[in-house]
């Protein structure tokens, strides 16, 4: 029987994204209607399977973006990878997402990440364009929080990421 291996995972966006909605539809399997503002850090966790092995996700579910995010790039330290979070319905947050992911990389340095476009449930009203997308050249996946509609593949696509890119720790941190 193989070892659950963990894992640290953060979600990132800003304020009003459906990032605490994704988290709790994914560990709980609810949603709820009211807004609830995440102040500093709230982790969950849950475990997957990845091609039969195990994974628990530590899923830290940060406050959003704003005039101290700076500060709260911090949290990202030890982190194995991220979702970053897009509201389909304001297309400033797809800009807001970009601008992070930019500042992560430079800050923390390259990890698997995953860009969800949230709120497919109100697809109507979507400010996001898949023009919008097509340019930044990575996987984007569609989700609703709401209706659950691909939020257990955002998951579990980044935790096969993770696995994917680093083998299992063996306590030999020697890079070729």
Same mark, same amino acid.
Request: glycine residues 10%; negative net charge.
């Given at each position: ?40 850090? +709230?982790?969950? +966790? ?36 991220? @979702? ?21 990389? =430079? ?34 996946? =569609? ?18 990421? @993770? ?14």
């Amino acid at each position: 029987m193989n070892a659950v291996i963990k894992k640290k995972i953060c979600m990132v966006g800003m304020y009003g994204v459906g990032k605490t909605s994704l988290v709790r539809r994914f560990v709980e399997s609810i949603y709820e209607d009211r807004y609830l503002t995440t102040i500093g850090v +709230k982790i969950d +966790k849950k475990t997957v399977s990845v091609d039969g092995q195990d994974v628990m996700l530590a899923i830290w579910d940060m406050a959003g973006e704003d005039e101290m995010a700076q500060a709260r790039l911090s949290h990202l330290r030890g982190a194995e990878g991220y @979702i970053l979070v897009a509201d389909g319905t304001r297309r400033a947050t797809l800009d807001k997402a970009v601008d992070l992911n930019r500042r992560i990389g =430079e800050s923390i340095g390259d990890m698997p990440f995953v860009l969800v476009v949230n709120k497919n449930d109100l697809r109507d009203q979507w400010e996001i364009r898949p023009a919008d997308l097509d340019g930044l050249g990575w996987n984007v996946y =569609e989700s609703s929080a709401r209706t659950g509609e691909g939020v257990e593949s955002l998951f579990h696509t980044l935790a096969g990421r @993770i696995l994917a890119q680093r083998p299992v720790s063996t306590g030999d941190d020697d890079e070729d």
